[in-house]
């Protein structure tokens, strides 16, 4: 039952959010894609669940764009994994991002509730 109503309270991420969320996330430091998942979902108190069939494609795109990148490493139970971290183009890209971020949900407000505008 806590499961079911766990899964109620989730959000579903606009397109683009989750590069976004990757990339801040990867400014705490260098982790590997399940610790990233981890992450996100911590830090909004599990309100985000990111699934690895929507996490991997966006690391792969990231890495792609020359945002993030990895190196392998041996993860905390001993097991060899990617460990991305942000570029200084992926900073920068952070910083657009959240830009557009705040944008948005101020423009979002005023249709939500133009009598605040």
Do not use: C
């Not at 109503?5 to 990757?22: K, P, V």
């Amino acid at each position: 039952m806590a499961t079911k109503a766990r899964y109620q309270n989730r959000i579903e991420l606009l397109q683009g959010t989750l590069d976004m969320l990757i990339l801040r996330t990867l400014r705490w430091g260098p982790q590997h894609g399940h610790g990233i998942g981890v992450a996100i979902a911590a830090s909004s108190d599990d309100a985000l669940q990111v699934d690895s069939g929507s996490l991997y494609p966006a690391l792969h795109r990231l890495a792609r764009q020359g945002w993030i990148d990895f190196e392998w490493k041996l993860s905390e139970n001993k097991q060899r994994a990617k460990y991305y971290r942000l570029t200084p183009a992926g900073r920068k890209q952070l910083a657009v991002e959240r830009s557009k971020w705040r944008r948005l949900v101020s423009v979002i407000g005023r249709v939500m509730d133009p009598s605040e505008g």
